[in-house]
């Protein structure tokens, strides 16, 4: 599948909706539930996280959350509000399997900051392209879960297949009543 975004920049949202969807599920509660899920998307510099850096991630996701479901203008404000109160610092770096891309904090930096920062130049990107369409919740109310839609002409409505036909079942005993 040809990606819409390049693929650090589509690895990075799908890393703040996974963070957000698992704390608002009240899965992310812990030190080794964030070091899991950096490890998981090769998201650096987790390996020394305190409680103490966990509890300022989550507070960071409420904001990350609310961008998502904001306007373009709110999502750039808000974007601008964290790259000051978190001191970006934008540098290029080459990691894991990825080539150079911009992290927001030099290495070393508070992890929940880290998060942050570039979780917001991410959705900066997406304000800078005219496609912050793509910042999407599951369609099936029961869900609400958050998803990067990749889809060609960004009309993908659940976050799963099981969603999908969850509500595709629904719908047909609807009919069937
Ligand atoms: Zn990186
Ligand atoms: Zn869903």
């Excluded at 589509?10 to 964030?34: I, P, S």
């Excluded at 998803?147 to 002409?153: A, E, H, K």
């Excluded at 659940?158 to 009919?175: D, G, I, K, P």
Aim: include cysteine; proline fraction near 3%.
């Amino acid at each position: 599948m040809t990606l819409p975004h390049p693929r650090e920049l589509v690895r990075t949202l799908e890393f703040t909706a996974a963070l957000c969807n698992r704390r608002r599920e009240g899965a992310l509660d812990t030190v080794a539930a964030l070091k899991a899920m950096c490890a998981d998307y090769r998201f650096p510099g987790a390996s020394g996280a305190t409680r103490a850096d966990a509890a300022a991630a989550w507070a960071h996701l409420r904001t990350l959350e609310a961008m998502w479901d904001a306007d373009r203008d709110e999502i750039a404000a808000t974007a601008n509000r964290v790259f000051k109160q978190c001191d970006a610092r934008p540098h290029l770096v080459r990691h894991d399997d990825f080539d150079w891309h911009l992290h927001g904090l030099p290495a070393g930096a508070p992890i929940a900051d880290a998060i942050a920062v570039n979780a917001a130049m991410a959705l900066a990107d997406l304000v800078r392209t005219e496609d912050t369409a793509r910042l999407k919740r599951c369609s099936d109310d029961r869900c609400l879960r958050m998803f990067f839609d990749l889809s060609r002409n960004r009309s993908r409505r659940f976050c799963s297949t099981t969603c999908q036909s969850r509500t595709n079942v629904a719908a047909f005993r609807a009919r069937q009543a």
